[in-house]
């Protein structure tokens, strides 16, 4: 495996753009070989060795500099992703790291009282941020550096570093803890089994004598909600996760509540709050909690404004859209897409378009649903990469659905094959049953449409998709249901769709 390529395959078309710049950061120079070998490692049928040898040396084919060529240009990549990361670390981690790297370099270049302030600012910062770890480091170095001038009390140091040492072990044994319930939840999935992730919790958190930690510190108990909420969102289990994360969040606030430092893990569990009310659909106590989110966003915890506002966004719009508030949902939704204040991550940016797209398709706009998703601009691999299978999947579902609304009943069929070819294994699967049922009763639609008013055709959507309790049944599930429902009743879908959420 060649991990130059693998390295260069991450990389995003805006990634390859600032690598470029990165590239030129120096003075320039012509015929610059490492950006040179750059461009041939992104063409789209990969060369071999000796193809790259032969372009990038044509005379002497020197086979000993195309090495250490490469070489170079990977140093390159590792300085531009270390770069990058740093950039876009929303955590302190980075700026401690920075820190402590800035202390050993002025306490090597014997500026010792600008080195310690250094080390004062990186403790600050670490422990304000609970990076325990780091602490711990920043203390190492503050004891071997402790006969300076301009050192803080030995004592007073080795003190700190021992109450550091249990916290920081608190966490290790948290980070323990949290590998062994994300494995167990696992494998339990695996293996089709039902596993209450609360009780899993519990008995882990015991085991390693985390629970009244936990309670007590915000950090820990947004480590632990993250994990059950992932778990959450494979098995669709949302009917019994929303009393768990509410009765997590309300005890925290009763408890300890969330200082100025802990914003992140409220803004989060509100969040996660928030979607688990969308996902059961209780829209109007999902907009409640979101309404208290936007607030924090805007006030206490306005440095999170750009992680945070386009999720608000985004899960308004949806609750908006169900509670019959459609041009209002579009209108926010446009504003976010077209925002300058803004500039959406990767993942938000896709959010927001087959969010977008769905709206107009809601609304009745087929021509402003499609374009929406004909100008993405990125490939399903890299989608699939930001986003996941599953949002590549109903993406394709979307497109194949906005293809029959425009009478091309042949293309709409031919992409469901093209679909169902690719993602066969996919399918296979039993968690995609229903939507591998769903796809063959487009099938016998597209071919014959007017089936779909027959009794016939009625019996067989009811035999071919497993339904649950109307209260857990899946959303995202329920939109495409719904659509095949006012194909059969000739109703408008938005209104199919809304009363099917309603119950």
């Known amino acids: 495996m060649d991990d130059l390529l693998t390295t260069i395959n991450t990389f995003s078309q805006e990634d390859v753009r600032e690598f470029g710049y990165f590239m030129q950061r120096q003075k320039k120079k012509k015929g610059r070989k490492d950006l040179e070998l750059f461009k041939l490692l992104l063409l789209k049928k990969p060369l071999k060795s000796q193809e790259l040898i032969s372009r990038l040396y044509p005379d002497d084919h020197n086979t000993t500099a195309y090495y250490a060529l490469r070489k170079r240009l990977m140093q390159q990549l590792t300085d531009f992703i270390v770069l990058k990361q740093m950039e876009d670390d929303p955590s302190a981690e980075s700026s401690v790291m920075g820190y402590l790297s800035l202390a050993r370099y002025l306490f090597d270049a014997q500026a010792e009282r600008l080195a310690w302030n250094m080390l004062r600012k990186a403790e600050k910062t670490a422990l304000h941020n609970e990076r325990f770890g780091l602490v711990n480091a920043i203390y190492n170095l503050q004891i071997e550096k402790a006969d300076s001038l301009y050192a ?33 939840l696992s494998q339990a999935r695996h293996q089709g089994k039902y596993l209450k992730f609360e ?192 949002w590549v999947l109903k993406k394709k579902m979307g497109e194949v659905i906005i293809q029959y609304e425009f009478g091309n009943l042949d293309l709409a069929l031919d992409q469901i ?67 095949l429902k006012s194909k059969m009743q000739n109703r408008k879908y938005y209104d199919v769709l809304v009363e099917l959420a309603a119950g």
């Open 152 to 184: 803080d009390e030995l004592e007073v140091i080795i003190q700190k570093r021992s109450a550091n040492k249990r916290i920081a072990d608190e966490d290790e044994r948290a980070n323990i803890a949290s590998s062994i319930i994300v494995k167990r």
């Open 199 to 390: 009780d899993t919790i519990q008995e882990v958190l015991e085991t390693y004598g985390l629970t009244q930690a936990v309670s007590q510190r915000p950090s820990l108990l947004y480590k632990l909600m993250k994990i059950a909420r992932s778990a959450v969102l494979i098995r669709k289990d949302f009917y019994t996760f929303e009393p768990y994360i509410i009765d997590q969040y309300q005890t925290a606030m009763r408890t300890h509540g969330f200082s100025k430092a802990h914003q992140f893990y409220r803004l989060s569990l509100l969040y996660m709050i928030a979607h688990v009310l969308y996902r059961n659909r209780k829209f109007g106590q999902s907009n409640q909690y979101l309404s208290e989110l936007n607030q924090a966003v805007q006030k206490e915890a306005s440095s999170h404004y750009a992680a945070f506002f386009p999720r608000y966004v985004l899960l308004k719009a949806a609750n908006d859209a169900f509670l019959r508030q459609l041009p209002e949902a579009i209108q926010a939704m446009e504003e976010l897409v077209i925002s300058k204040k803004l500039t959406l991550h990767p993942k938000d940016y896709l959010a927001a378009k087959l969010g977008l797209s769905f709206l107009y398709f809601a609304q009745g706009s087929f021509q402003k649903a499609n374009h929406v998703l004909l100008y993405l601009d990125k490939t399903d691999k890299w989608c699939e990469k930001i986003m996941g299978l599953e």
């Open 417 to 483: 094959l093209a679909f169902e070819r690719k993602y066969k294994e996919v399918l296979s699967q039993p968690l995609y049953q229903n939507a591998t049922a769903f796809l063959q009763l487009l099938k016998h639609f597209f071919l014959q449409p007017d089936i779909a008013s027959r009794k016939a055709f009625l019996q067989q959507v009811e035999s071919s998709l497993q339904f649950v309790p109307a209260e857990q049944e899946d959303l995202p599930s329920m939109s495409y249901y719904a659509w």
